[in-house]
C-alpha cells in the first residue's frame, strides 16, 4: 500500500502590501510588511515539520513584477530549506505571477518544478507512484478553459490536476480559466488542486477539488483564518484533507449596534464590543479589525457628525485592551428613526429631507467636487472602502447629501 501526503497552498503574493490600513501611532508596520514572507515561512515549516512528500503552489506565488531581486532571492532560500529536507515543489504561475509579468529570474534550486504556460506539463514522482498535471498562465488574463487541454489520468498512479481558476465563478474574483467541476472530472484525476480563489472552499470530493485559500489575509475582505491544506493519501485514495492555519495576523468585521443608544451610551458599547472580540480570538494572532456601528438611533446624525472623533477613539479603547488589537477603520453607518421629530422648523427640516433627492443640487455637488476629487485622487490614492470619497468616485452624490443631512440635522438641533 503506497501511502504519501502533500502540502497544498496557492496564492502566496509574496511580498505584497496588507492594503486598506491609514497610518496612525502603534500600526504594526514591520510585521504588515513582512506578513506574507512570515506566513510563508510558516508554510515550510509546516512542510518540514510535518515530513510532507511534496508541496503544491496553485498559482500566484508573487503578486507581480519583483520590485528588486530581493523577492527571488528569498524564495530561493525558502525552497533551498525544501531541498535539503527532500521534499519537491510543483508551482504554476497564476494571473498575478503569469509568464508574461514576472521578468526577472533567479536560479532555483533542483526540488523546484514549474509548468509550462504553453501548454499542460506532466511532472512524475515515481517512487509515489504520483503524477502532477498543470499549466502556468502566459498572461494575466486568461479566459479559456484551459482543463481541455489537461491530458487524461495516467494509469495505475495518483494523478493531480493544478489550476489557477475561479472555475465558473466566485464572488469577487475574475473569471480567469474558467471551467466546470465536470470538466474537471472528465479529465480522471484524483485531486484537483486549485487557487485564484482566497477563500478555503471542497468543492467536491468526488474527486477532491480543493481551493485552500490564501495563506495570509492583505484586506478587510480576507477576513478569518488563512493557510493551506494538508492531503493524506493511501492505496490511492485521498483519507484525509486538512485545513491548516499559516497566517500571522489576521482580519475581522465587528458591526456594533447601537440601535436606540445615545452618544453617551456608545463609548461602552464599543468597548463592550471589543473586549468580546478580542476574547473570542482562539488564535492568539494579532487582530485587525473595521468596526461598524449600525442601528437605528435619533443621535444618528450626531454620531455622523463625530466620525473622526468616534475612530480615534475606538483606537484608544482597543490598544487599551490589547496591544495585539488594531482598527483598520470606523464606519458610521447608523440611521435615524422613519419618524424622527424635525424640531428646526418645518420649512428647514423639509428642505434638508429633500436634499439628496434634489436633482439640481446633485448636479452641482458633482462640479463643484470635480477639482477637488481629481487632486485628492492624485495626492491621497484610492480611497478605501466605506469612505465618502469612494461614493464620490462612484459619482454618489445622493448618497453623500444623505450622509451630510443627517450630520446637519443633528447640528442644527444641538444648537437649538
Not at 493544478?162 to 484524483?190: F, K, M, N, W
Not at 474527486?207 to 490564501?214: D, E, I, R
Not at 440601535?259 to 480570538?281: I, P, Q, T
Request: charged share 25%.
Amino acid at each position: 500500500m503506497t501511502r504519501f501526503r502533500f502540502l497544498h497552498a496557492a496564492d502566496i503574493h509574496l511580498d505584497s502590501p496588507l492594503h486598506g490600513l491609514s497610518r496612525y501611532e502603534g500600526l504594526p508596520v514591520d510585521e504588515l510588511r513582512s506578513a506574507t514572507r512570515a506566513a510563508f515561512d510558516n508554510l515550510v515549516q509546516c512542510a518540514i515539520d510535518e515530513d510532507v512528500d511534496f508541496v503544491v503552489i496553485a498559482g500566484d506565488l508573487f503578486d507581480g513584477d519583483w520590485r528588486d531581486m530581493g523577492t527571488g532571492l528569498y524564495f530561493a532560500k525558502a525552497m533551498g530549506r525544501l531541498d535539503q529536507a527532500g521534499i519537491p515543489a510543483f508551482l504554476l504561475a497564476g494571473n498575478h505571477d503569469a509568464a508574461s509579468v514576472i521578468s526577472r529570474t533567479v536560479p532555483w534550486p533542483p526540488n523546484v518544478r514549474l509548468f509550462g504556460s504553453r501548454r499542460p506539463d506532466t511532472h512524475h514522482l515515481p517512487e509515489l507512484s504520483v503524477a502532477v498535471h498543470g499549466q502556468s498562465f502566459s498572461t494575466p488574463a486568461v479566459t479559456e478553459n484551459l482543463v481541455l487541454a489537461y491530458p487524461p489520468a495516467e494509469q495505475h498512479v495518483f494523478n493531480i490536476g493544478i489550476l489557477h481558476t475561479a472555475l465558473a465563478g466566485r464572488q469577487g474574483h475574475a473569471d480567469y480559466a474558467p471551467c466546470s467541476v465536470e470538466d474537471l472530472r472528465s479529465r480522471g484525476y484524483d485531486y484537483w488542486a486549485l487557487g485564484h480563489v482566497h477563500e478555503f472552499e471542497v468543492v467536491s470530493t468526488e474527486p477532491y477539488v480543493v481551493f485552500p485559500g490564501n495563506v495570509q489575509g492583505r484586506t478587510i475582505r480576507e477576513t478569518g483564518a488563512k493557510g493551506a491544506v494538508l492531503v493524506a493519501v493511501a492505496d490511492g485514495e485521498v483519507t484525509s484533507v486538512e485545513r491548516i492555519e499559516l497566517d500571522v495576523i489576521r482580519w475581522a468585521r465587528l458591526d456594533v449596534d447601537c440601535a436606540g443608544a445615545r452618544r453617551d451610551d456608545v463609548e461602552d458599547l464599543l468597548r463592550s464590543a471589543l473586549v468580546g472580540l478580542h476574547g473570542a480570538n482562539a488564535s492568539g494572532r494579532p487582530l485587525i479589525a473595521r468596526v461598524t456601528l449600525r442601528g437605528e438611533t435619533v443621535e444618528a446624525g450626531a454620531l455622523h457628525d463625530s466620525a473622526a472623533t468616534l475612530r480615534d477613539d475606538v483606537r484608544a479603547i482597543a490598544s487599551s485592551i490589547s496591544q495585539e488589537l488594531f482598527v483598520e477603520k470606523v464606519r458610521v453607518e447608523v440611521t435615524e428613526p422613519a419618524r424622527t421629530a424635525v424640531i428646526v422648523g418645518d420649512d428647514l427640516g423639509a428642505m434638508i429631507d429633500e436634499a439628496a433627492s434634489d436633482p439640481d443640487l446633485i448636479d452641482a455637488l458633482g462640479r463643484d467636487l470635480e477639482r477637488f476629487m481629481l487632486a485628492a485622487t492624485t495626492s491621497l490614492g484610492d480611497p478605501d472602502e466605506g469612505e465618502l470619497r469612494l461614493a464620490a468616485t462612484r459619482g454618489d452624490w445622493s448618497g453623500i447629501l444623505r450622509t451630510a443631512s443627517t450630520a446637519l440635522r443633528s447640528r442644527l438641533t444641538a444648537e437649538g
